[in-house]
């Protein structure tokens, strides 16, 4: 160690202590640690310079100069002026008594240490949040589900698979536009080109307008893929039944009353519980903000009208379907 009342230059890798006598020396090591070749070499140039400078004054015996290291760049930084350092966060410096060095380095690593367990705590607290989030949705998932089919299983475990979908996940699923065209096509076997009761700009606004991103680092579960894949699953049987019934002869009036309440009850379970919105995308999508609430909220109130009204819907598509009088 130095003598009494010298000082040290003291910097630090996470909670590892660098030391030395010569402050750019101290500064080129967290510069090499934070991988910033740029600041480390110009670091480097510095020891170098002064380390010629200290040879050429030797060999010239000139007894009145400096030694050379205690000179005009050892306080603020070297980096030159419109340089940005990537390292310039981890080149804290500090001058320390010898005499206080021991202490110092405790002082950093206990409040080093604090910091870490703080962390540690938050990622524990996170990762318990998300395992309760997770549990949660599929205890609600399930529930949903099983409001129409008792008989409902996960068939695979429901979790963040770590995938994201380029175009974004839709608050209003898709399918919404197109199911009853859909239904009605399987039914007659056919392209019947029937009209979507949507209108265009609410189509329009489900498919590219409600969309929300989701990072990687983003909890996302499309738990609404499964839940509106089974609604539709349960809906399109009872909606194939009620067709049969109102196309084809024998059936009486309690068979065609029958039906038509099988799918009432199934479209009134869809509204009430939303099964064709996903509830992940539509809190990213709104992000707490009144005007894309209420845009949400009346895109929703026009897919609700569409469901509810399906008897209207067809009645109006009755002919090209040729039901009997």
Aim: aromatic share 8%; hydrophobic share 35%.
């Amino acid at each position: 160690m130095a003598s009494a009342g010298s000082h040290v230059w003291v910097g630090f890798i996470e909670a590892l202590p660098v030391v030395g006598s010569v402050k750019e020396a101290v500064e080129w090591v967290l510069a090499v640690a934070a991988d910033d070749s740029a600041l480390a070499k110009e670091k480097l140039d510095v020891i170098n310079g002064r380390l010629r400078r200290e040879l050429n004054l030797k060999e010239n015996r000139s007894s009145g100069s400096s030694s050379g290291y205690s000179s005009q760049s050892t306080s603020g930084s070297s980096t030159p002026v419109g340089k940005k350092s990537s390292g310039l966060t981890a080149m804290h410096v500090e001058s320390i008594p010898d005499v206080n060095l021991m202490a110092h380095i405790r002082e950093v690593m206990g409040k080093h240490d604090k910091k870490k367990g703080q962390q540690s705590a938050k990622l524990e607290a996170a990762r318990r949040n998300e395992l309760k989030s997770i549990l949660d949705l599929q205890k609600e998932t399930k529930r949903k589900i099983r409001l129409i089919n008792q008989n409902f299983d996960f068939s695979a475990p429901l979790v963040d698979d770590g995938k994201r979908s380029r175009r974004g996940e839709h608050v209003i699923n898709n399918g919404v536009i197109t199911f009853y065209q859909r239904t009605v096509d399987d039914f007659m076997n056919q392209q019947t080109n029937l009209d979507s009761p949507l209108d265009t700009n609410t189509a329009i606004a489900i498919m590219n307008e409600l969309v929300a991103h989701f990072n990687e680092d983003e909890l996302y579960i499309n738990a609404n893929a499964l839940i509106y894949g089974e609604y539709c699953r349960v809906l399109k049987r009872v909606l194939t039944h009620f067709l049969t019934v109102h196309r084809q002869g024998g059936w009486s009036q309690e068979d065609k009353d029958r039906a038509q309440n099988e799918v009432t009850d199934i479209i009134q379970e869809m509204n009430d519980e939303k099964a064709y919105v996903d509830d992940f995308a539509k809190v990213k999508w709104i992000d707490n903000k009144e005007p894309r609430k209420n845009r949400f909220e009346k895109i929703q109130g026009e897919v609700v009208i569409m469901f509810t009204n399906w008897t209207e819907y067809f009645d109006i598509v009755r002919d090209k379907l040729q039901f009997p009088a």
